[in-house]
């Protein structure tokens, strides 16, 4: 058994509105360092700690955690849509050991994902289907939110279910750093939106989810003239949390609570829980050592972007 481990920030505007051409070949060369690194390693199973943007989770039921014995990616942003290649019978026993260790997950047979979940296996993986993969999500918009400690927990029981296996097993985790994109939150919206949020969103028209998506492109277009305009992206945290991940002290983030986090880096930064959760469970294979690092801020993506992989020492 072995186990390695990638995090990488999602940005539904690659494309749409992209940075300078230095910075994306950049971020181009960083993520084909680490599909080539992905590949190296050649997982036999891989576990997916992502969030959603109300495109598969509402507020008619609103887990803190799922874990997916099936799952469809709809393709929002261009993104990649279709089937993910999960292991039914693996998610099954895995689910099975994260309740058994105490920690709450629901499950799904028919999760709905979106961008945050596709995108990392689309660019590290090169598609939805190339590798079985577990789908797990972490709410990290929807209030009531998990705090740290429970995204670890959860981490830590999903690696200790992985140490059983007989397979190499890739974490990856999805999202951050710090941002605050244009996420509707129930307690300020309208009727309409709110009945979106409770679950008649999961299924939008196309012109109305083009509508959504243009919001998003034009926040960000604001955002490059004005940031001011969403809460600012917070270099400076954005380090010190990749510091304590690549150190594998993430259990000193679970004083820090979700209104303090919103506070710091901005509301979507919730999304780190899923890093969190990925170096949790790498954890349980014993100390590691953090490998390749980057880190920028890209107003055009609204985000703090990063990349960081990991290994066991031994």
């Known amino acids: 058994m072995s186990a390695y481990l990638h995090c990488l920030s999602h940005?539904?505007?690659?494309?749409?509105?992209?940075?300078?051409?230095?910075?994306?070949?950049?971020?181009?060369?960083?993520?084909?360092?680490?599909?080539?690194?992905?590949?190296?390693?050649?997982?036999e199973l891989v576990v997916l700690f992502a969030p959603d943007h109300y495109n598969g989770f509402f507020y008619d039921v609103m887990p803190s955690f799922c874990i997916g014995m099936a799952a469809t990616a709809i393709g929002d942003f261009h993104s990649a849509a279709g089937e993910l290649a999960v292991p039914r019978e693996l998610a099954e026993a895995c689910a099975k050991a994260v309740l058994e260790a105490g920690v709450d997950a629901a499950v799904s047979y028919r999760m709905q994902v979106d961008h945050g979940f596709a995108q990392p296996l689309e660019l590290l993986l090169g598609g939805l289907d190339?590798?079985?993969?577990?789908?797990?999500?972490?709410?990290?918009?929807?209030?009531?939110?998990?705090?740290?400690?429970?995204?670890?927990?959860?981490?830590?029981?999903?690696?200790?279910?992985?140490?059983?296996?007989?397979?190499?097993?890739?974490?990856?985790?999805?999202g951050g750093l710090s941002h605050q994109p244009p996420v509707p939150e129930l307690a300020h919206v309208d009727a309409r939106m709110a009945d979106r949020l409770m679950g008649s969103g999961r299924h939008l028209p196309a012109d109305e989810r083009q509508a959504r998506q243009q919001r998003v492109i034009t926040a960000a277009e604001r955002f490059v003239a004005d940031p001011h305009s969403l809460h600012p992206l917070n270099p400076e945290w954005d380090q010190h949390f990749l510091d304590l991940l690549a150190q594998g002290r993430m259990a000193e983030l679970d004083g820090l609570g979700n209104a303090d986090l919103s506070a710091l880096a901005g509301k979507s930064t919730h999304e780190v829980k899923t890093w969190v959760a990925a170096c949790a469970a790498l954890s349980a294979f014993g100390p590691y050592q953090a490998g390749a690092r980057y880190y920028r801020p890209i107003p055009e993506w609204i985000a703090g972007f990063g990349s960081l992989s990991a290994r066991p020492l031994s």
């Open 130 to 174: 190339r590798r079985p993969v577990i789908p797990v999500f972490v709410n990290s918009v929807a209030i009531p939110l998990p705090g740290f400690q429970r995204a670890r927990l959860l981490g830590e029981a999903i690696g200790r279910f992985a140490r059983t296996l007989e397979r190499r097993v890739l974490f990856l985790g999805s």
């Open 11 to 43: 940005t539904p505007l690659v494309g749409y509105l992209d940075p300078a051409p230095e910075v994306l070949a950049e971020v181009d060369g960083v993520v084909a360092a680490a599909r080539a690194a992905i590949a190296a390693f050649d997982p």
